[in-house]
């Protein structure tokens, strides 16, 4: 794990903060947890032990490296050099499982005997529940009733890893939720239990964690983009944002070339002014969700706005504070995608190329439409994760 933007612009700094965005709002209870991962976790990862176990891990329990696959069809459909990362060939079949194992093992240095941890899509808690498995720990997982209906692939998973997985009522029953109610669990056991966050929200230390943990990510895009070409730099890098942890993996060793374009799709759901909507940064406006300085979507008196997406892992309120400071800083372009763009884009990729895309991914595959890259760029879109989950939706949608 390279940490080459220790300096950077584009880095965390002491307190937390990305640019205007970050820090940890937290309650006095969770102060101790936060602050105990705070004061360990860069001494945690930098030591050869953990790092020797975690490439090991990735290597040969997750699979890593994923392949750089050219889409020969799809280039030539949009005509341009399009490069798939595949991120669905991970174990679990996303890149939740990459920050999932980093923080296993920094929970287990950390002497912790219990995890929890919220979901959205499913993929977070099925990588969530594998790593426990792994290391054999106490599994609990918080997912919004809504979710849970449309992923129920996903719940059968984690039950079948012998996870504990609870149903979040309140609120729109989805994944921000499913988060308060993680984080609740988390303030009512704080001594022996890890909260495992799936995205890079939540207070400092999390986002940058996360991001480290998914920066394998671009760290292998460069190397694979240099085996190809001799140049590890791509034209454009395409990622699908709700939190925002695969495109903060996708993005990190880019963020010091500004020649290499970053761009964010979120979700529109039914259209940005539809009133069905997750397209964070078109809606949203500075505020704290979760336990760090944000862009977020609120109401005139600063009540969270229910999202909405098709797509269960990008129905979320806000973005990462990363995230926030690209969009603010103009470091990265972030554009919003609707649900039916989703679903054709994925219908397109399963069959030109053979490969279903989780309907997050298909936001990102959505944007090719739109691009107008030129024919010698080279497009590399980060497909985050497969779509066995989807089927249902994609079906139903679709009327397959």
């Known amino acids: 794990m390279d940490h080459t933007l220790e300096k950077s612009a584009f ?20 102060y101790p947890n936060v602050e105990e991962l705070r004061q360990n976790y860069l001494s945690i990862i930098s030591q050869p032990d953990f790092q020797q176990e975690f490439q090991n ?21 949009y005509q341009t050099q399009i490069y798939l990362k595949r991120e669905d060939l991970c174990h679990t079949g996303a890149h939740k499982v990459n ?22 899509a499913g993929q977070h ?9 792994l290391m054999g720990l106490e599994c609990i997982v918080y997912m919004g009733k809504l979710d849970m209906e449309r992923q129920k692939p ?31 669990h988390w303030i009512n056991n704080p001594t022996d239990t890890h909260y495992i966050i799936g995205s890079v929200v939540g207070p400092h230390p999390y986002p940058d964690m996360v991001t480290r943990f998914q920066s394998v990510i671009s760290e292998e895009i460069r190397k694979q983009l240099t085996e190809k ?28 070339e500004p020649e290499v374009k970053l761009i964010a799709l979120e979700a529109a759901g039914q259209g940005v002014s539809s009133g069905h909507s997750a397209a964070t940064t078109a809606l949203g406006k500075p505020g704290v969700l979760h336990g760090s300085k944000t862009i977020l979507m609120q109401t005139d008196d600063g009540q969270v ?4 997406s098709i797509s269960a892992g990008l129905d979320y309120p806000g973005i990462g504070p990363i995230h926030a400071h690209l969009f603010e800083s103009g ?53 985050s994760g497969r779509g066995d989950k989807d089927l249902a939706t994609y079906s139903k949608a679709l009327s397959l």
């Open 305 to 308: 706005t229910e999202p909405y």
């Open 125 to 133: 808690g099925v990588a969530t529940a594998t790593v426990c498995a």
């Open 154 to 184: 996903n719940v059968e998973r984690m039950h079948m890893l012998g996870a504990k997985v609870i149903a979040a009522t309140c609120g729109s029953q989805t994944l921000k939720d499913a988060t308060n109610e993680a984080m609740r």
């Open 99 to 120: 920050n999932t194992i980093g923080q296993i093992l920094i929970a287990r240095k950390l002497g912790k005997k219990r995890i929890v941890a919220e979901t959205g």
């Open 57 to 77: 891990l990735l290597s040969e329990y997750v699979g890593r490296p994923t392949p750089l696959y050219f889409a020969k069809r799809l280039s030539e459909k």
């Open 11 to 30: 880095a965390v700094d002491e307190k937390g903060y990305y640019g205007l965005f970050g820090g940890a709002y937290i309650p006095e209870m969770l």
């Open 331 to 383: 470091r990265a372009q972030f554009y919003s995608v609707t649900d039916e763009e989703a679903l054709q884009a994925g219908l397109l990729l399963s069959r030109m190329e053979g490969i279903i895309p989780a309907l997050e991914s298909a936001h990102a595959l959505a944007y090719l439409e739109k691009l107008h890259a030129k024919p010698n760029d080279i497009v590399v879109v980060n497909l």
């Open 229 to 256: 070409f001799g140049n590890p730099n791509p034209d454009y890098v395409l990622a699908c944002v709700g939190g925002g942890s695969n495109a903060a993996g996708a993005f990190y060793h880019f963020l010091d």
